[in-house]
């Protein structure tokens, strides 16, 4: 009940502070009116002196222009021309298309203020503080003088001009320290303490009664139009006061809200009948995160079995790499050994092959024309010529020896030599026989046999040798052909590297997968945790509905609300037609779009003068922000 309450409050609260900024432009116009009207003020915050600066504009020059001002003493502060004074105000004529003119206005300004000071508790004007210490209250209260009596809900009451003011006070470092003013800002700037206050004056009494009431009780501190500053202050001096204020601010004005309580009316109803859909809608939500739970649990489960077989899944693709490994690396070793061993030993081989195979041929060719002796005729040639050799030296001798042949010899001499001859010759003739007899040829045809079959067994060994070479390297063959020895092997060597890339890449994805499902996992553990707090939140959504149908929206639908949220439209409605009708201090040319701003400065007491004090010139200086605040009065008094 009492969170109803507050939002109901928050909500009228905010509303009632944009309603004090309507927009009061008139559309369309082809001659504007800006005014801004400075205004000194003295330090109990009488008027001492006002000056109004207008700016007139027209987009077609002005011809005879009728200016409805009541201002005195006009001066144009940006050409020579100069305004006929008639009765009801000036008339303008120039080809120019903007006219800049300041005059002294005759009137009070709508929005005044009352300063007072108090120095331990004692009364003091501005003059009588000069100089003083001790603890100081400077109390400053925001006068609207713009009032017109109303009939609202049947009952006169008083309806003020809705302005928004601005006051901003100077209190310097050197002179006031220990500053409290409220909730208000203070900010420091070099040796500045800048104290800022948003004031409303008349709100309150346009409100009255209504602001006692639990929906608006906290625009009452929003609403205050006196305030109390209190400092320790040390040899005073007047604090530099300023102020703005108008009825239109220009960042606001898309923000007027002239037609939303009318909507406010219709569209409680609808959020009635929204209300209880709301509150059918939490029910289904708690239904279905309750099944939402449950599901996240058993969708838990699997995800946990998913991520247990990834890991059983990354422990093979480890094993894959390593066995990749272990092939590539064999692979690479029987592709180095085919290529840098085996083709070269083969290529070196054809040569000697082929020279190996002429020599088994010639081979083949003379055990095909080897003969055995035949030993009988050899023994008779080998007799034979035993003879002749022995005739042959035994003449050759006898030559030597007597320097005659065998003939010429005495007969005796011949009988003996011839008998000598025969003798020996038979016994030469018997050693061979002997030696002959002894010679054994079986051994001879068995190495002509055995030489047979070893040119046989060679050539089919050579036969073999060509068909393996071919098999393992031909020169001729297609390197892209994978029905090749060397090609298959090269392509083995490829393939190994390939799969223990392919491997090693299958593994790191893994790695990364199995990372990603470890998060995934952790994830869903605490999608699943939070599906309970979620539910049971659910819950306490669906029954803080349940109050806010059954209580909040019948306090919306209370009768005293709606006759105190008429009594507010009407209000708005009226300070809405003041502000659009107060639009010019000095006069408002007739269709013309006018806007008007008062600017306040308050002159504090001049110190007696005392000799000057010497103080180090501050060199390139940039103007801080109270020091552009005061230049605004420059050229104006």
């Known amino acids: 009940m009492q969170t109803c309450k507050k939002m109901l409050s928050v909500i009228l609260c905010a509303a009632m502070l944009l309603w004090a900024f309507p927009s009061v432009r008139a559309e369309g116009a082809s ?115 713009e009032k017109q009596d109303k009939t609202i809900a049947g009952e006169t009451r008083p309806i003020y001009t809705p302005f928004a003011m601005a006051l901003v006070l100077d209190l310097p470092v050197d002179h006031f320290t220990n500053i409290d003013a409220g909730d208000s800002e203070i900010l420091s700037e070099s040796s500045h303490q800048i104290l800022t206050l948003l004031v409303f004056p008349g709100m309150s009494e346009n409100l009255g009664e209504l602001l006692d009431s639990e929906y608006l009780s906290d625009l009452k501190d929003l609403l205050q139009d006196e305030f109390t500053i209190r400092a320790q202050v040390t040899d005073f001096e007047m604090p530099g006061i300023l102020g703005a204020a108008a009825t239109d601010l220009a960042d606001l004005s898309d923000l007027s809200v002239s037609s939303d309580m009318a909507k406010l009316f219709s569209g409680m109803d609808q959020l009635q009948s929204a209300s209880g859909e709301l509150e059918s809608g939490t029910s289904l939500l708690t239904d279905a995160l309750n099944q939402y739970k449950a599901k996240m649990e058993a969708f838990r489960t699997k995800y946990a079995e998913f991520d247990s077989g990834l890991n059983t899944a990354l422990s093979g693709a480890d094993s894959l790499k390593s066995g990749a490994g272990r092939l590539k690396s064999a692979a690479s070793t029987l592709k180095a050994r085919v290529t840098d061993e085996l083709i070269p030993a083969i290529e070196q081989a054809a040569p000697l092959q082929k020279k190996l195979n002429d020599e088994l041929a010639l081979l083949k060719e003379q055990l095909s024309g080897l003969q055995l002796p035949d030993m009988d005729g050899l023994e008779l040639q080998l007799s034979g010529a035993l003879g002749d050799v022995c005739d042959g030296s035994s003449d050759a001798t006898i030559r030597i020896l007597t320097g005659k042949s065998l003939s010429e010899l005495p007969e005796e001499q011949q009988q003996q030599i011839l008998g000598a001859r025969s003798q020996i010759k038979s016994q030469a003739a018997g050693s061979l026989a002997q030696a002959m007899g002894q010679l054994d040829l079986s051994a001879l045809g068995a190495l002509k046999s055995t030489l047979t079959d070893i040119e046989g067994l060679a050539d089919e060994l050579m036969g073999g040798m060509s068909g393996l070479t071919a098999a ?91 006759s105190d949220l008429d009594t507010l439209e009407a209000i708005r409605s009226e300070m809405d037609s003041q502000a659009q009708a107060y639009s010019s201090y000095a006069g408002a040319p007739s269709g013309a779009e006018t806007s008007v701003k008062f600017i306040f400065k308050v002159e504090g007491p001049k110190a007696a003068k005392d000799a000057p004090t010497a103080q180090a010139p501050v060199q390139n200086e940039q103007p801080g922000f109270w020091e552009r605040l005061k230049n605004l009065f420059k050229n104006i008094f």
């Open 31 to 145: 001659v504007s009116k800006d005014e801004n009207v400075y205004i000194i003020l003295n330090p109990d915050g009488s008027i001492q002196k006002q000056t109004d600066s207008v700016w007139l504009h027209s987009d077609n020059g002005f011809d005879r222009f009728a200016d409805p001002s009541t201002l005195s003493d006009v001066v144009n502060i940006k050409s020579d021309v100069q305004p006929q004074a008639v009765k009801g105000g000036l008339t303008w004529t120039t080809q120019d298309h903007d006219l800049y003119y300041q005059g002294t206005p005759k009137g009070t300004p709508p929005v005044t203020m009352a300063i007072s000071y108090t120095l331990n508790g004692q009364p003091k004007t501005a003059e009588e503080l000069l100089g003083q210490s001790g603890e100081l209250e400077i109390q400053i209260k925001l006068l609207n003088h």
């Open 472 to 562: 393992l390297y031909d020169p001729n063959d297609d390197p892209e052909n994978p029905q090749t020895l060397a090609a298959a092997i090269l392509a083995l060597s490829q393939g190994a590297g390939d799969l223990d890339q392919g491997a090693a890449s299958l593994t790191q994805g893994l790695q990364q997968l199995k990372g990603a499902s470890s998060e995934i996992l952790n994830v869903i553990r605490a999608f699943d945790e939070n599906a309970g707090t979620l539910s049971e939140k659910s819950g306490e959504i669906h029954r803080g509905m349940s109050q806010f149908n059954r209580e909040g929206m019948a306090e919306l639908n209370n009768g005293e609300l709606r």
